[in-house]
């Protein structure tokens, strides 16, 4: 499956029709390729990724991500909480920030602040589908301030365990979680959504700190072989100024379930305002077809 392909194909044209102008887009590209070894001590998993960027830049990358994202009072309260990261946060996330932290020459305050900003701001479109064979399919657009540094340090990464991949996903340099990943065979996951390998397996989870707090699963018999997911509970309404959900539904529904596949929902995807001058990657996926794992950062004129 390619991106030009999936631009190219007649089906987009129809979409362009029914859902509106699309976004003005540049090329999309491949994210780097990384292996993370986790039979590697955890301090130091990261460091042969780390080798493909110059340290100067990484450097500048967390300054600028935390000092416009953090306020300047958590800043100074985490600095020296961080100095017993072992003792509040689980390894191995802990001996893997400690080790980018020593790598980059950054302090591990630095490093854990980074892991919060990353986690406290980002906003997504995601999208669990069936088709009429049973297929799940699952899609992502994930969308952030910051996209022209963040487009630099987007990486796909294999997580491998005993010379087997345990599991793989798309995230940012310095970020030691997942918010885009599958275990392959098992299932694909996406914040707070999952699809699965059997039909009916899709499911959006919505959950606070501690628990779910709605399940809200694919329904094809009743109809429903989608799901659509932005920031905003799916019982509530958008607000006007960023409603992703309406032009994602209204382009899967002129897709159809019929015609659902990688190639569609990269195009769904591809649809403004899903697409839109903040979102730094797209991504499909299917736990069931672990090879068809594909991310691509975006470029939105």
Not at 11 to 30: D, F
Not at 74 to 94: K, N
Not at 275 to 280: C, E, I, Q, R
Request: aromatic share 12%; net charge neutral.
């Amino acid at each position: 499956m390619g991106w030009r392909a999936a631009w190219g194909s007649p089906l987009w044209g129809l979409l362009a029709v029914l859902c509106g102008a699309a976004a003005a887009v540049g090329p999309a590209v491949p994210p780097l390729q990384c292996n993370v070894s986790l039979d590697s001590p955890a301090e130091e998993r990261w460091l042969p990724v780390l080798r493909h960027f110059e340290p100067a830049f990484l450097r500048a990358a967390v300054a600028r991500v935390i000092d416009e994202t953090v306020p300047k009072w958590v800043h100074e309260v985490i600095r020296p909480i961080a100095a017993e990261l072992e003792f509040f946060m689980p390894q191995p996330f802990a001996g893997e920030i400690l080790g980018m932290c020593k790598a980059l020459g950054i302090s591990l305050g630095d490093g854990v602040l980074l892991n919060f900003a990353y986690e406290s701001t980002a906003f997504c479109t995601s999208i669990v589908a069936q088709d009429d064979k049973g297929n799940i399919y699952h899609g992502r657009n994930l969308d952030y301030d910051f996209v022209d540094i963040l487009s630099k340090i987007t990486i796909d990464v294999q997580f491998i365990k005993s010379g087997q991949i345990a599991y793989q996903g798309t995230t940012f340099l310095g970020y030691v979680g997942l918010w885009t990943g599958q275990s392959p065979y098992k299932f694909t996951i996406s914040g707070d959504e999952r699809g699965g390998v059997s039909p009916k397996e899709g499911m959006v989870i919505t959950r606070n700190r501690r628990e779910p707090v709605d399940l809200w699963p694919l329904d094809p018999l009743g109809g429903a072989w989608f799901r659509v997911e932005t920031n905003y509970d799916h019982w509530t309404t958008p607000p006007p100024f960023d409603d992703r959900r309406t032009p994602a539904i209204k382009a899967l529904n002129a897709t159809g379930q019929q015609n659902i596949n990688f190639d569609t929902l990269f195009q769904v995807l591809s649809v403004k305002p899903v697409l839109n001058n903040n979102t730094v990657y797209t991504t499909v996926m299917s736990a069931a077809f672990p090879d068809k794992y594909r991310t691509w950062i975006r470029t939105v004129k």
